[in-house]
């Protein structure tokens, strides 16, 4: 019987640690990719639009599974709203 529990607790940890990322998680990627692109754009050359190039640049810090949730478009939304709709565009094309 208490290896059963064992178990039990241990596929339970398992899983929990597996799991979804949670919203913390989401506004931790959403800041380092803000910060990331606001660093970025300093050396953009004047009048030319290098956001594309910059997100690819920036995602790469980022985790595959976490790019791709529409939990870090909310986030992003919320904390630099100007790179939302380049995100979603580039997240499409990946």
């Known amino acids: 019987m208490k ?3 064992i178990g039990i607790a241990a596929l339970a940890l398992i899983v929990v640690a597996c799991g979804p990322s949670s919203k913390a998680d989401y506004d931790e990627a959403a800041d380092t990719l803000c910060g990331c692109m606001k660093e970025a754009s ?28 529409d939990m870090l478009i909310e986030s992003i939304e919320a904390k630099c709203p100007d790179v939302k709709d380049a995100f979603e565009e580039y997240v499409k094309n990946m």
């Open 3 to 5: 290896k059963k529990i």
């Open 42 to 69: 300093k050396e953009d050359p004047p009048g030319m639009d290098m956001t594309t190039t910059n997100l690819g640049v920036c995602v790469v810090e980022l985790d595959a599974e976490v790019v791709k949730n």
